[in-house]
Protein backbone atom coordinates (compact mmCIF):
# COMPACT_ATOMS: atom_id res chain seq x y z
CA UNK A 1 0.00 0.00 0.00
CA UNK A 2 2.45 2.49 0.85
CA UNK A 3 5.78 3.31 -1.02
CA UNK A 4 8.71 4.62 0.83
CA UNK A 5 10.15 8.18 -1.10
CA UNK A 6 13.71 7.37 -1.73
CA UNK A 7 15.70 9.78 -1.06
CA UNK A 8 16.93 11.82 -4.59
CA UNK A 9 13.29 11.94 -4.63
CA UNK A 10 12.97 13.43 -1.46
CA UNK A 11 15.10 16.43 -1.71
CA UNK A 12 13.91 17.30 -5.24
CA UNK A 13 10.35 17.75 -3.66
CA UNK A 14 9.48 18.93 -0.64
CA UNK A 15 6.34 17.04 0.38
CA UNK A 16 3.98 17.96 3.23
CA UNK A 17 2.07 15.36 5.03
CA UNK A 18 -1.43 15.37 3.92
CA UNK A 19 -2.87 13.47 7.23
CA UNK A 20 -5.86 14.99 8.59
CA UNK A 21 -7.39 14.72 11.32
CA UNK A 22 -11.51 13.75 12.20
CA UNK A 23 -11.41 17.24 13.71
CA UNK A 24 -9.47 18.69 10.16
CA UNK A 25 -6.48 19.40 12.10
CA UNK A 26 -3.78 19.02 9.38
CA UNK A 27 -0.13 17.39 9.66
CA UNK A 28 2.50 19.76 8.86
CA UNK A 29 5.39 17.52 8.99
CA UNK A 30 7.46 16.40 5.72
CA UNK A 31 5.88 13.35 3.62
CA UNK A 32 8.24 10.48 2.58
CA UNK A 33 4.95 7.53 1.90
CA UNK A 34 2.65 7.64 -0.77
CA UNK A 35 -0.29 5.75 -0.67
CA UNK A 36 -1.27 4.98 -3.68
CA UNK A 37 -4.47 3.76 -2.99
CA UNK A 38 -5.85 7.24 -2.13
CA UNK A 39 -2.98 8.95 -3.93
CA UNK A 40 -2.12 11.22 -0.65
CA UNK A 41 1.42 11.46 0.57
CA UNK A 42 2.01 11.32 4.52
CA UNK A 43 4.29 11.46 7.05
CA UNK A 44 6.16 8.72 8.98
CA UNK A 45 3.54 8.85 12.01
CA UNK A 46 0.80 8.71 9.97
CA UNK A 47 2.06 6.51 7.12
CA UNK A 48 0.45 2.72 9.23
CA UNK A 49 -2.45 5.09 10.71
CA UNK A 50 -5.24 4.09 8.33
CA UNK A 51 -7.47 6.38 10.21
CA UNK A 52 -5.70 9.21 8.59
CA UNK A 53 -6.17 8.06 5.09
CA UNK A 54 -8.64 9.12 3.15
CA UNK A 55 -9.00 5.79 1.54
CA UNK A 56 -10.39 4.22 4.15
CA UNK A 57 -14.31 4.24 5.04
CA UNK A 58 -15.45 5.55 8.72
CA UNK A 59 -17.06 2.76 10.84
CA UNK A 60 -20.95 2.31 9.28
CA UNK A 61 -19.91 4.05 6.07
CA UNK A 62 -20.67 1.93 3.57
CA UNK A 63 -19.48 4.06 0.55
CA UNK A 64 -21.38 5.37 -2.24
CA UNK A 65 -24.29 7.88 -2.12
CA UNK A 66 -27.40 6.44 -1.60
Known amino acids: M ?3 LNQTESRERE ?5 VSPMDDPC ?3 ASFYCAKCGQWFCQVHADDE ?3 ACVLAPGDEGGEG
Not at 15 to 19: K, V, Y
Open 2 to 4: LQP
Open 15 to 19: RACQA
Open 51 to 53: SWH
Open 28 to 30: ESS
